[in-house]
């Protein structure tokens, strides 16, 4: 959870000042197209009430660096790599680099990585936010800094987003387990609370509701909060055989198959696995792993052309979300006999 913050925001010197958070901003870094007044008005209250600009403000005046900014939850993680690489492909033909980090999933350190990035004074910003719910990039908003979000949009902000069909790719995916004759699915999972693991969520759930089934799902707030033991318990638990597992993303996945290895399952077999995230080896394992598959590059690659778009656009134009389909790779581990 965000740490609250232990002075006065920019935020609360804009409301006090009776003044928008831009023109806040403006004063703050010494615009000369703000009215002497109004910027005097603006500095008597940053003074009274103890604001102290951080390195996010003071960072937002300067010329243009040729840079971009990246910041992604989990670098190591094959979904991210793949949106990198897209990201970086598109900045280079702009004649841009790309200032890469990760918040490793935690706001707070989000909100220091962002400072970072305005230090180096990048022109634009892709971020797949930590949480989605709250936003650490107000400032570059109301400095005009194009920001684009991929992966998860950011809640009640009005900027671009580029996203995937997560809710029906599960619908469809729960349902092909369903055609198997499969009545005992379970659904496992980390961040539910995020847009994508709720998305996800919300397409088994109605899913199994429809075929007036009993949803049972293992959610944890972490993806290190995963317990083997709890999977093996789930795994024996009853009335009746657990037929199939749904993992909603790719570490979750990679977990739970070193579980079922460890218990002696076959896949496929024993018990069918659909995983939601593709990686390099799943065609290839015994059995090869059934997936939905997410256009991770396509994702990052339009997440940089829109920023791209807006940073060399004279005028504005509405936001912008784009949604882009995932595809259904059906092998063997869902329990078909042969790849499709």
Do not use: W
Request: aromatic letters at 4%.
């Amino acid at each position: 959870m965000l740490k609250k913050t232990n002075g006065p925001t920019l935020v609360d010197v804009a409301r006090e000042a009776g003044v928008s958070l831009k023109t806040a901003s403006r004063a703050l870094n010494d615009d000369p197209g703000i009215a002497p007044a109004t910027a005097k008005k603006v500095r008597t209250v940053m003074s009274r009430l103890g604001y102290r600009p951080n390195e996010l403000a003071r960072g937002l005046k300067g010329r243009k660096s040729a840079a971009i900014g990246m910041v992604v939850p989990n670098l190591a993680d094959p979904f991210s790599a793949s949106a990198v690489q897209a990201v970086q492909e598109v900045a280079r033909k702009n004649g841009h680099v790309v200032v890469l980090t990760s918040s490793g999933g935690d706001e707070v350190l989000e909100r220091e990585e962002l400072e970072t990035l305005v230090r180096r004074q990048v022109d634009g910003l892709i971020i797949a936010p930590a949480d989605g719910r709250t936003s650490t990039v107000d400032s570059f908003i109301s400095a005009n800094i194009p920001v684009v979000s991929f992966d998860r949009p950011i809640s009640n902000l009005n900027i671009d987003s580029i996203t995937v069909t997560n809710r029906d790719s599960v619908r469809e995916a729960t349902e092909h387990l369903l055609s198997h004759g499969y009545r005992r699915i379970l659904a496992i999972g980390a961040r539910p609370h995020l847009y994508t693991g709720s998305e996800r969520v919300a397409g088994y759930v109605s899913t199994m509701k429809r075929a007036h089934l009993k949803k049972e799902t293992y959610l944890v707030e972490n993806e290190n909060d995963l317990d083997p033991a709890t999977i093996e318990s789930l795994l024996k638990k009853g009335p009746g055989k657990l037929d199939a597992i749904l993992t909603l993303n790719g570490i979750t996945t990679m977990l739970v198959l070193r579980v079922l290895r460890q218990l002696g399952k076959r896949v496929g077999s024993d018990i069918a696995l659909i995983s939601f995230d593709d990686f390099e080896l799943a065609e290839i394992l015994t059995p090869s792993l059934t997936v939905v598959r997410q256009p991770a590059a396509e994702l990052g690659r339009r997440a940089a052309e829109l920023l791209f778009t807006r940073m060399q656009s004279k005028k504005p134009f509405p936001r912008q979300e784009i949604v882009l389909s995932t595809t259904f790779h059906i092998r063997e581990s869902c329990g078909c006999t042969q790849n499709i």
